[in-house]
């Protein structure tokens, strides 16, 4: 079983910053995939950024440029730097971790931008 912890949500104003963190634990592989989703009120979750084991990035169109997703091997930890953040980066942002045709989530961390 793989366990995720997010942390390091808030409420920030248009045009900051946050980072997020993500905790992995539990039967945890070398190989793997690792990233963040977020969900909108009323919308669907959304993929935001995903880094592989080996280092490979993925960004969303609406992000690229403003996030950046780098990850801790080591520590198994994987952030989220964001910034010129907008009202519509409101959204619950969800760790998420992929190994052996398997996904796990986080319970998800809040994130408010206000204009």
């Known amino acids: 079983q793989v366990q995720l912890v997010e942390s390091g949500g808030g409420l920030v104003q248009a045009g900051g910053s946050l980072r997020l963190s993500c905790a992995a634990s539990?039967?945890?592989?070398?190989?793997?995939?690792m990233g963040w989703h977020r969900q909108a009120p009323g919308k669907q979750r959304e993929l935001v950024a995903v880094?592989?084991?080996?280092?490979?990035?993925n960004y969303a169109a609406s992000v690229k440029g403003r996030f950046t997703i780098t990850r801790d091997a080591a520590k198994n930890m994987v952030y989220l730097h964001m910034s010129s953040l907008k009202p519509e980066d409101t959204a619950v942002y969800y760790c998420?971790?992929?190994?052996?045709?398997?996904?796990?989530w986080g319970q998800g961390t809040q994130v408010t931008v206000s204009s």
């Open positions: 880094i592989t084991s080996g280092g490979s990035t």
């Open positions: 539990g039967s945890l592989f070398s190989s793997n995939t």
């Open positions: 998420y971790l992929n190994q052996i045709y398997t996904a796990y």
